[in-house]
């Protein structure tokens, strides 16, 4: 949903060979996929709070979907800015 394409997650961690070893190292190791650079801040910001290593501390679905609310908010504001996030892959 980020990236507008298919990437395998955790690719770029070339240890990682089977599926298993990424609920191993995300338990483990707090391991979490990187976020691309291009990604628009709100989402980095909601993508990180999904993934906090504390169930506690992610969101709830109402959060969730306050901050989906928000993002798109924010986009309909300036599409265009969003939209080169994309094109500028």
């Known amino acids: 949903m980020v990236t507008g394409r298919y990437s395998q997650p955790y690719s770029e961690f070339k240890t ?4 298993f070893q990424i609920v ?3 338990a483990k190791s707090d ?6 650079a291009k990604c628009p801040p709100a989402f980095v910001v909601l993508i990180q709070a999904l993934l906090h290593k504390l169930q506690s501390e992610r969101p709830t679905l109402a959060q969730i979907e306050q901050s989906l609310n928000g993002i ?3 986009y309909n504001n300036d599409p265009a800015t969003w939209d080169s996030c994309v094109a500028s892959r």
């Open 72 to 74: 798109e908010a924010t």
């Open 16 to 19: 990682i060979q089977f599926d």
């Open 24 to 26: 191993v190292q995300a």
């Open 31 to 36: 391991l979490r996929p990187t976020i691309p």
